[in-house]
C-alpha cells in the first residue's frame, strides 16, 4: 500500500510524528488504537511492534507493508500483557474518545518497561478554538469551547478536551518528559487546492517541525504531542 490515498493534513501529521519519534529503534512497541495501521507499519521497519484497534474495517483495509502483530480488540487486551513488556507505547488521538482514562494509563505504566516510554497525541482546545474563529468563521463553536464545552469529530464522536498534565493526574506512574505542538498553522491554511501541493506539504512540515518545540507556538498548535517516561 502507498499513501496516495491517505489525505494532507493526516499524512503531514504522520510524517511529523515519525520525526519526532525518529529516535525509536530496536524497541518493542505497542500501538495503542493503530487505525489504519500507518504507523505500526512504519515503525515495524526497525522495531518489533504490536497493534491493538477495535474497528474491523480499519484493520481490514490496513498498511502491511512490514511485518507487525495486530490485535482486534481494546483496552480489555491490555491485561493479556505481562508487566514489563514494551518499551514504548503509542496512543494516538484515542484518550479523548474513552471513558476509561485512568485505567488505561494504569495498565500502561504495568506493561511498560521501568524508564520506559509513552507516546499520546492529543487535541489542544486553544488550537481548535484558533481554526473555528479563522478558518470556519463558526463563532459560537469557539465560545462554546472557551466556555468549557468539547468538541465533535466526524467519525469518533465526541471529543473531550484534556490538558496535558491530566495525564500524569490521572496515573502517578509517569512523568511528562517533553510536549511538543503539532499542525500550529496547517489548520488555518484556507486555500485548499495548495494543500495537495508536495513541494508545499515539505515546506509546511519543515516550519512544523522548526517551531514544535517552541512555547509560543505550542500553546496555539492544534494538537500536542506528550512524551511521557515511567518513573
Given at each position: 500500500m502507498t499513501y496516495d490515498n491517505i489525505v494532507p493534513w493526516e499524512l503531514l501529521q504522520k510524517k511529523?510524528?515519525?520525526?519526532?519519534?525518529?529516535?525509536?529503534?530496536?524497541?518493542?512497541?505497542?500501538?495503542?488504537?493503530?487505525?489504519?495501521g500507518m504507523s505500526a507499519n512504519h515503525f515495524a521497519v526497525n522495531n518489533e511492534v504490536t497493534a491493538i484497534e477495535p474497528d474491523h474495517n480499519a484493520v481490514n483495509h490496513r498498511f502491511t507493508n512490514t511485518k507487525y502483530t495486530q490485535l482486534v480488540g481494546a483496552e480489555e487486551?491490555?491485561?493479556?500483557?505481562?508487566?514489563?513488556?514494551?518499551?514504548?507505547?503509542?496512543?494516538?488521538?484515542?484518550l479523548e474518545y474513552v471513558s476509561d482514562r485512568e485505567t488505561i494509563l494504569s495498565e500502561f505504566v504495568r506493561i511498560l518497561k521501568t524508564g520506559g516510554q509513552l507516546s499520546v497525541l492529543k487535541h489542544n482546545?486553544?488550537?481548535?478554538?484558533?481554526?473555528?474563529v479563522v478558518?470556519?468563521?463558526?463563532?459560537?463553536?469557539?465560545?462554546d469551547l472557551l466556555?468549557?464545552?468539547?468538541?465533535?469529530?466526524?467519525?469518533?464522536?465526541?471529543?473531550?478536551?484534556?490538558?496535558?498534565?491530566?495525564?500524569?493526574?490521572?496515573?502517578?506512574?509517569?512523568?511528562?518528559e517533553k510536549i511538543l505542538g503539532m499542525r500550529t498553522f496547517w489548520d488555518l491554511q484556507q486555500n485548499q487546492e495548495i494543500q495537495k501541493d508536495t513541494a508545499w506539504q515539505n515546506e509546511m512540515?519543515?516550519?512544523e517541525n522548526k517551531v514544535s518545540d517552541m512555547e509560543a507556538y505550542k500553546a496555539i498548535a492544534f494538537f500536542h504531542h506528550v512524551l511521557l517516561i515511567k518513573k
Open positions: 511529523q510524528t515519525w520525526e519526532q519519534l525518529s529516535f525509536v529503534q530496536n524497541k518493542k512497541i505497542l500501538d495503542f488504537g493503530s487505525g489504519n487486551l491490555l491485561i493479556t500483557f505481562p508487566d514489563e513488556t514494551f518499551d514504548m507505547i503509542l496512543c494516538h488521538n484515542v482546545k486553544a488550537g481548535r478554538v484558533m481554526q473555528m478558518l470556519l468563521n463558526n463563532f459560537q463553536h469557539a465560545k466556555d468549557g464545552g468539547d468538541g465533535q469529530a466526524k467519525k469518533f464522536g465526541t471529543i473531550n478536551y484534556y490538558e496535558d498534565t491530566d495525564l500524569i493526574k490521572w496515573c502517578k506512574g509517569f512523568t511528562i512540515l519543515c516550519i
